[in-house]
Nanobody, 121 residues
Framework: QVQLVESGGGLVQPGGSLRLSCAASGSIFSINAMGWYRQAPGKQRELVAD???????RYVDSVKGRFTISRDNAKNTVYLQMNSLKPEDTAVYYC???????????????WGQGTQVTVSS
């Protein structure tokens, strides 16, 4: 059983910063990639950023230069440092672990429960 636990969301003023964390636990041998998605009210869930086990990063254009994704492979943890936050960044942010290889030698993807980020004055 693999679980993803997110933390770090909250209310912040425009221009402020937040750091999200997501830790994966369970009988995990390896995780191919980890990422952050977000879903605003009335909109589809979108990829914000992801990072492979080798450190290759991708970002959606709207967050480039403001958000930084990082990963601690030893701790199966991914982080999202969000700077210069804007009201349009308001959403529920979900962590995803992709290609998780467990003790049963089965590879699956897993989602976290989501954490609310609200950017408002």
């Amino acid at each position: 059983q693999v679980q993803l636990v997110e933390s770090g969301g909250g209310l912040v003023q425009p221009g402020g910063s937040l750091r999200l964390s997501c830790a994966a636990s369970g009988s995990i041998f390896s995780i191919n990639a980890m990422g952050w998605y977000r879903q605003a009210p009335g909109k589809q869930r979108e990829l914000v950023a992801d990072i492979t086990s080798g450190g290759t990063r991708r970002y959606v254009d709207s967050v480039k230069g403001r958000f930084t994704i990082s990963r601690d492979n030893a701790k199966n943890t991914v982080y999202l440092q969000m700077n210069s936050l804007k009201p349009e960044d308001t959403a529920v942010y979900y962590c995803k672990a992709m290609g998780v290889l467990t003790s049963g030698f089965i590879s699956n993807d897993y989602w976290g429960q989501g954490t609310q980020v609200t950017v408002s004055s």
